[in-house]
């Protein structure tokens, strides 16, 4: 898919050999794919790689094109800048301090300028700054180097490159360099493995300076569903990126200026949602959630401690105590000191308080949450996000935050490498259908009428938890039905 994409956009066939160079070939599988393509004239193709022991895994024809060195500090013979048609391939992800545990000194650092302009140039730039750098922000400006004008460069990069807000700054230094031609979202299974964990996608650069207010148009297709093995997977996934017609319906795609990512995140699922969101807003429009926070808090961190069990204690509210029907505590529930560190005031819940999952597949890709009903004191974990509102109702929030749509936002919101995260500016972000006071009233009444008394009983009746599942379920509908009908009235059933 990334090689089927980067050679149609740098002009390759049958007529004209391609040099391609994958800065980071690790045994060499890029390559193989571009040596065994039918559809590109002999390409010329080199890699680079720093680890010596992949030799003997490399196939045959691709041993003899590989450079041993560091891509990103070592100058290879006949590998000159400025000579490649396409960069392409995969390189490591993580911090700079990681792979190079002792950087004794910045200058063989300041061929690079992305990581100079997060802390302005000086004299003498900072090392922190430097071994803060994601190492696959330095691959990246390393293969703009490499690429010739007009070349393209074709990258598998991290999720939190492409959305993490505190990245704004490296998205940014590429922009002023080059145009970006795409961004396709890969499925969450091609980086995940045995010690593998990793949300990525690919990203399609052209090495040309955009002019001051024009930027070439940028397709970004969400192809994170479907098996990355399926070759019918990446032929949908390529069509898409190149706007191909009769491809792009296969997966979500959406086109824009490219002035657009300028100060914005890069990820496809992203702005489908607020393009989505644009096409599809409510007869009453939009409420922004942040507008009605009163209080944002997650649970204490604590280092170095593990809150110990305390029968009778203050329970905390943990991701697992999300149920889908409300908020599940049982005889397991972690029950700490009251007023200790894991008990802080400002973190402590109320009746009415919307508890939300704050991290994780299995918790917030899976959208646990719930509205707290009783009196008793209670507090929640770092992994659990506290939002009171005031001037909205918190469980019609909650009952729209679990609609398909709902969903969706958060889904588009959500950022990270290893696991996806939503931050306390993300969730100020969500957007909620405007709906009259009474309407959000009924929603409440409903839950705690036909929902809530079998949801107390989850713990003591194995039939109850199912039952109150699928009444909430029913409620969710109800409400989805209410804000698509453009909030015309209801009648409570």
């Not at 006949?78 to 190079?100: A, C, H, L, T």
């Not at 399609?204 to 955009?210: V, W, Y």
């Not at 005889?331 to 919307?354: I, K, Q, Y």
């Not at 039939?463 to 009444?471: K, L, M, T």
Request: glycine share 10%; charged share 20%.
């Amino acid at each position: 898919m990334v090689w089927t994409v980067a050679r149609r956009l740098a002009g390759g066939g049958r007529r004209r050999a391609l040099r391609v160079l994958d800065p980071a070939a690790g045994i060499g599988v890029f390559l193989e794919v571009v040596q065994a393509d039918p559809g590109t004239a002999h390409p010329v193709v080199a890699g680079i790689e720093v680890d010596r022991g992949l030799a003997r895994r490399l196939a045959p024809g691709i041993a003899p094109c590989i450079h041993w060195g560091d891509a990103l500090l070592d100058r290879c013979e006949r590998i000159d800048d400025g000579s490649f048609d396409v960069v392409i391939g995969n390189p490591p992800f993580g911090r700079v301090r990681r792979v190079y545990p002792a950087i004794a000194e910045a200058t063989p650092w300041l061929r690079f300028g992305v990581w100079q302009s997060r802390g302005g140039r000086g004299a003498r730039p900072r090392l922190a700054a430097l071994a803060a750098c994601p190492i696959e922000v330095l691959f990246l400006e390393r293969a703009l180097q490499l690429v010739a004008p007009d070349g393209v460069v074709g990258l598998i990069m991290p999720n939190g490159y492409l959305a993490n807000a505190r990245l704004q700054w490296a998205r940014d230094w590429v922009l002023r360099c080059c145009q970006v031609r795409a961004v396709v979202a890969l499925p969450v299974a091609a980086f995940r493995g045995r010690r593998l964990n990793a949300w990525a996608g690919a990203v399609f650069l052209q090495r040309t300076p955009p002019a001051i207010g024009s930027r070439a148009s940028v397709r970004l297709v969400d192809a994170s569903a479907g098996n990355p093995l399926d070759p019918l997977w990446a032929e949908a996934a390529a069509a898409a990126a190149l706007g191909d017609r009769g491809g792009s319906g296969a997966c979500p795609a959406v086109e824009l200026d490219g002035e657009r990512l300028v100060g914005c995140r890069w990820d496809p699922a992203f702005w489908l949602g607020d393009i989505a969101r644009e096409r599809e807003a409510p007869a009453g429009g939009w409420l922004r959630l942040g507008d009605y926070i009163a209080h944002l808090a997650y649970g204490p961190i604590v280092t170095g401690r593990r809150p110990q069990h305390l029968e009778g204690g203050v329970p905390l509210v943990r991701q697992s105590d999300l149920a889908e029907s409300g908020i599940a505590l049982d005889a397991n529930t972690l029950r700490v000191e009251p007023d200790s560190v894991f008990d802080p005031e400002r973190s402590r819940v109320r009746p009415g308080d919307l508890l939300m999952a704050r991290s994780g597949v299995g918790a917030l890709g899976k959208n646990r949450m719930g509205v707290w009903v009783d009196e008793q004191p209670a507090n929640v974990t770092c992994f659990v996000d506290l939002i009171r509102l005031e001037g909205l109702n918190p469980f019609y929030v909650w009952c729209y935050l679990k609609t398909q749509a709902g969903r969706q936002q958060i889904r588009s919101l959500s950022s990270g490498v290893g696991t996806p995260n939503i931050s306390f500016a993300e969730i100020r972000s969500l957007r909620i259908p405007r709906l009259p006071a009474a309407q959000q009233e009924l929603v409440e009444r409903r839950y705690r009428t036909e929902v809530l008394p079998w949801h107390r009983q989850r713990a003591s009746c194995p039939q109850a938890g199912p039952v109150a599942d699928r009444r909430f379920a029913e409620l969710v509908a109800w409400v989805a039905g209410l804000v698509q009908a453009g909030n015309a009235a209801a009648d409570e059933p």
